[in-house]
């Protein structure tokens, strides 16, 4: 064979055999069909403490708020006793570890399927079992994202060079189970002390002070806790203070209230109307305004959902969506594909889909890299592309969003994956960890065992370190030259 020939096969060879003996894509992926029906009537009449609840009683957003269910003694009296045998006791095993307590709206309850709680995605993103937990990961953190590292004024996180996150509140209309701020929001648990904080005007002036000073911030996300709990003069009142900043370009309202309370934006008109007249006069500035949502399942949109949005689509307002990826809710083909096509249908903008953050109290709901990796893989080409969500590792410790296959190196054995963010924090290798029971049984023998984990773990940064160094002298290490893929170690 001569120099630098390979053994790949010719392609003019290769189009000219049939289609049976043609190279196949070794993950196949049929495409349905959907018909985008949304779940419509009165659903909440199952439930029996609601059978006489009028549709416009359940349509009225404070209504959903005073009728939370907070308690374990509040599911078994709405439900009136018909819990699966055991169900209530493992409820309160959960609440014994989790740092998240339980708040979840009627319109979210009512979706549940409460004939076999156990699986339904909703009941996994908002009620935590005792039996589903698994022991936190050695590496996980409280603040696994470093935003209070990060912080450079009151409730204000700036790592990327032209953008911040702002956090005005902490509370939310529902606590999700896998909240990547734990540490902060949805009150006390038994696992987790916190204090918990309210929107206040005052404590904003330094931080709005900062945004001005700081002439490179183009970009404010508006988040916390949930963007729905803040008033409708609170809105206005933040979205006037950005937009009176010259260089501040875009902001977005980020919450989660799509997905659990879409009864807010038909109900709500003060709200809403606020955030319409932010909206038109950032458009009249040429600067954008609009709702970053976080719908993460096809069950958690309903007609109410497509009446919120058709209001919102009406009234000229921007919505892109942020999921999580989560195991057992959306972490398959079908569940992801129809949840962005239906998000797509009611002009929500399918934007990105996170590796889940390494924060307690998730193990059970953390996917690996690898199948974050094939899913995106088996996401693209099946819709527009611009309707085919990002997938993103946010790097433990502050590295910020990474595509997730730009990492650097993964070891897919013992789990662990390097990464780089030469523009946010240069020189930083960051680490994220996949879920230890997701690994192959030597993996799993590895953690198991201290010394062989130290091993393991020091050669994996070695070699890291070591690939750094030769890309930066810009010489190929000899395992890049005709050995597959360089970052995958198998």
């Known amino acids: 064979m001569e120099s630098g020939a390979t053994n790949m096969p010719d392609l003019q060879q290769c189009r000219a055999l049939p289609q049976s003996q043609q ?6 992926t049929r495409v349905p069909l959907l018909n985008y029906e949304f779940k419509q009537g009165a659903f909440w009449h199952r439930i029996p403490a609601w059978r006489h609840i009028t549709e416009t009683e359940f349509g009225d957003h404070q209504w959903q708020q005073r009728n939370c269910i907070t308690s374990v003694e509040n599911i078994e009296s709405v439900l009136g006793g018909e819990l699966p045998a055991g169900f209530a006791n493992d409820l309160r095993a959960g609440l014994q570890r989790t740092p998240m307590r339980i708040r979840i709206t009627p319109y979210i309850f009512s979706l549940i399927d409460w004939s076999s709680p156990q699986e339904d995605p909703l009941r996994r993103q908002f009620l935590p079992m005792g039996s589903q937990f698994t022991a936190d990961h050695p590496c996980c953190m409280d603040d696994s994202l470093n935003e209070d590292g990060d912080r450079s004024a009151p409730f204000l996180t700036h790592r990327y060079p032209d953008k911040v996150l702002f956090l005005p509140v902490s509370v939310c209309p529902v606590y999700c189970s896998y909240c990547t701020r734990s540490r902060l929001v949805g009150g006390s648990t038994e696992a987790k002390s916190k204090t918990p904080y309210g929107a206040s005007k005052d404590s904003w002036e330094e931080t709005f002070a900062y945004i001005r000073r700081n002439t490179e911030i183009e970009d404010v996300v508006i988040s916390g806790g949930d963007a729905f709990m803040l008033r409708a003069e609170i809105i206005e009142h933040i979205g006037n203070r950005l937009l009176e900043i010259p260089h501040v370009r875009r902001f977005r309202y980020a919450t989660k209230g799509l997905a659990v309370l879409p009864m807010k934006i038909t109900s709500d ?37 497509f009446n919120a949005m058709q209001r919102l689509t009406e009234m000229g307002i921007k919505v892109r969506n942020q999921a999580v990826l989560l195991r057992g809710v959306n972490d398959s083909f079908d569940s992801m594909y129809r949840t962005i096509k239906k998000l797509s249908y009611l002009n929500i903008q399918p934007y990105l889909v996170f590796l889940h953050d390494m924060v307690p109290g998730c193990e059970h709901l953390r996917t690996t890299l690898s199948h974050a990796e094939q899913l995106f893989k088996q996401l693209l080409g099946t819709t527009a592309g611009f309707n085919v969500p990002r997938f993103v590792c946010d790097a433990p410790g502050g590295g910020g969003k990474r595509q997730i296959s730009s990492y650097e190196r993964y070891d897919r054995e013992i789990g662990v994956s390097a990464w780089v963010a030469p523009r946010v924090k240069p020189g930083r290798i960051f680490y994220y960890y996949d879920p230890i029971d997701q690994l192959p049984e030597s993996g799993q023998a590895i953690w198991a065992n201290d010394d062989e984990r130290k091993r393991r773990l020091a050669a994996f940064e070695h070699e890291v370190q070591e690939s750094l160094a030769l890309e930066r002298c810009g010489i190929a290490s000899s395992s890049e030259i005709g050995c597959g893929d360089p970052h995958v170690i198998r």
């Open 23 to 28: 190279p196949q894509d070794r993950t196949e």
């Open 269 to 305: 008109d003060a709200w809403v109307h606020a955030l319409k007249r932010i909206s038109d006069r950032g458009k009249s500035m040429m600067k954008e305004v609009c709702i970053h949502t976080h719908i993460g399942s096809e069950q958690e949109m309903s007609e109410w959902t």
